[in-house]
């Protein structure tokens, strides 16, 4: 089992940076590829971005790429997230999570994910 604890949500003004954390811990005998979905009010979960576990391949959607950035510190299990430039539709409960087999693979789809953080709520006002 890998617990997962995410920090760092607030409101902010559009415009502004927030940095989300995500701390694994528990089973962290190895080092993880992990990723950050969000979900908006009535709206499904969406990928934002995912890094393997070297921190070598990093995936982005679109709709972030150029504004957040991804890292990781895999001395102590934790994965970050920088958010710049943010807009009102950023606001959402953002999620970390951890890949289930494929460390090497900064994976976009939750099914290639098994934990999950129970999020972390980030608002941006207008």
């Known amino acids: 089992q890998v617990q997962l604890v995410e920090s760092g949500g607030r409101l902010v003004q559009a415009g502004g940076s927030l940095r989300l954390s995500c701390t694994a811990s528990?089973?962290?005998?190895?080092?993880?590829?992990m990723g950050w979905f969000r979900q908006a009010p009535g709206k499904e979960r969406e990928f934002v971005g995912a890094?393997?576990?070297?921190?070598?391949?990093?995936n982005y959607s679109d709709s972030v790429k150029g504004r957040f950035t991804i890292s990781k510190d895999n001395t102590n299990n934790t994965v970050y997230l920088q958010m710049n430039s943010l807009k009102p539709e950023a606001t959402a409960v953002y999620y970390c999570?951890?890949?289930?087999?494929?460390?090497?693979?900064?994976?976009?789809?939750?099914?290639?994910?098994?934990?999950w953080g129970l999020g972390t709520q980030v608002t941006v006002s207008s």
């Open positions: 999570a951890v890949e289930k087999d494929q460390p090497w693979v900064a994976a976009i789809t939750e099914h290639d994910y098994e934990y």
């Open positions: 890094i393997n576990a070297r921190g070598s391949t990093i």
């Open positions: 528990g089973r962290t005998n190895r080092p993880y590829a």
